[in-house]
Each structure stands twice: as C-alpha cells, then as structure tokens.
C-alpha cells in the first residue's frame, strides 16, 4: 500500500519526520510521532520536541514559507551548537510517513534552514525551500580584484601544500587575540585575510577568518574578525591558512597562480572617466590624435 492509499482509508497514522543534513557532515533526525522511527539509515527521535508550521508551497518561483519550531535539549539540538552556527544552511527534508510502516512515505519539503532565533528554552528555525537560490544575484561583477576564494574551484590554489598552512596549537589567549607559538618559518602577516578551522576542542569544525597576523616575541597573534562561536581552550589544534587581499600582485608573487586569477586588474578605475591628456604627464592612449 502506497501513503495515498493509506490517506484514502480515512482512519490514518501519519506522522511528520525531519532529516537534518550540518555542513560537517552530521544527520540528525526528528519526528512529531510519540515514539522513535528509522528509515533510510537515519534514526527519526520523538524526544526532540520538534514541530513544523503549515507549510505553504506554491507552484512557480515564490520561495515556499514555513517555520520549523522545538525546544532546546542535550539529547537534540543544542542552544550552544545553535549559537555556535553549526545549524546555518544545513540541510532539511520534511517526509509525512505511516509510522506503521515508513515504507509509506512522501516528501513535503526539501530545502535548507535559514534563521534562527531563539527564546528561553525553545528555539525558531526558518525553512527555505530550494527556490530560495534562484533568487541570488548571479553573473560576475568588473573589478580589480579577484572574485575567487582561496582554494574553491575557480582559484584552484592548493592550501594543503607546504608553505601555505599550519596546524599548531593554542597557545594561550589575550581578549580577543589567539596566540600560536611554532610560527616561526611564517613571515608576519602570512595568515592576514586568511582562515583559521578548529580541529579540536569544543568548536571543532568551526571556521572563522582571519583580520590581522602580527608577532609577538617569539608568539604569533592571531586575530579575527568574529568570534568562532564556541569557547576554546589552551591545548586546542588549529589549522591556519595563508591569506589572500584579492590583489593581482600577491596572486602573482604569494601564490604564482596568477593564471586564475578571476579579477580585471587593468580594468580602468573611476577617476580615468575625469582624466585629460596634459603635458608632460604620462596618459595612456595620449590625446588624440588623426
């Protein structure tokens, strides 16, 4: 029997399961139904206090609307992974199921979260159905500077190769500075405009970006331009990778992957459009001339 033609039997046991998907890599599932449910290798918990809103989906490309709502517990989702931002984007799938017999089961909502807010012991997450991307502004933008991230696939830069990124530990903390020691083969100011991933600790897996790199003595300061979210502690491993400004030259000269570089460096900047041929003043293209 299919779930439609369990719905046509007008005596139902339907319930509603939700399959988290973290951008590290972690799934966890959830259901509105009084006891636990297991399908497609997830594990579906009651206990989680999870519960959706109506969900409202159009044909065409409005965005589908809707709020997942539930309360803040160890066991499910946690107020510090929450805050930590482990749940940004992750995504969601919402199946209306047979909890008889989760063979009988239809998706409703496929999407990702979007923001979440909380209060007290509860917490409001929104749904963003997958029309939400047809919305983004697409295309490339002129500028001099390059359009890329360091090492996604339009810059191809490897950031694992020697030279370019190192895993040491937390030395100590200084208000909102980390200190490294074991740096030292790092010129000051390599890790400037660069990231910085925790690969221990409380905010394992969190990743942050990097304002300043400056030396200290033997000490390197590391410092962001947001918290990691997370407490860390002395001990912790952290990988740091070398920074990029968006500039040609340090494309060139820090990197040698000039050939993609994704900006127009030689594209002509504001004030050319106010620029006037005069002499004894180099002006490329001159005056004209027949």
Known sequence: MTLAEHLATGTTTVARAWALVRADGQTLGFTDHDRDMR????????????????????????????????????????????????????????????????????????????????????????LRGLSEALGQQGGRVYHASCSAVLGDGACRFDTGQTGFSAEVALAGMAEDVLLFDGLDSFTPGWFTHGRITALSGAAEGLVALIRLDRAQGARRQITLWDSLRAPVATGDLFRLEAGCDKQAATCRNKFANFLNFRGFPHIPGEDWLTAYPKAGAANTGGPWRR
């Open 39 to 126: 399908f497609q290798g997830i594990t579906f918990r009651a206990e989680a206090g999870l519960t959706a809103r109506a969900l409202e989906q159009v044909t065409g490309l409005a965005v589908d609307n809707s709020e997942a709502v539930g309360a803040l517990r160890d066991a499910g989702l946690t107020e510090a992974d929450i805050l930590a931002g482990r749940y940004d984007g992750a995504e969601l799938t919402i199946w209306e199921v047979n909890w008889q017999d989760v063979a009988e089961r239809r998706v409703l909502f496929r999407g990702s979260l979007g923001e979440i807010t909380r209060s007290g012991a509860a917490f409001r997450a929104e």
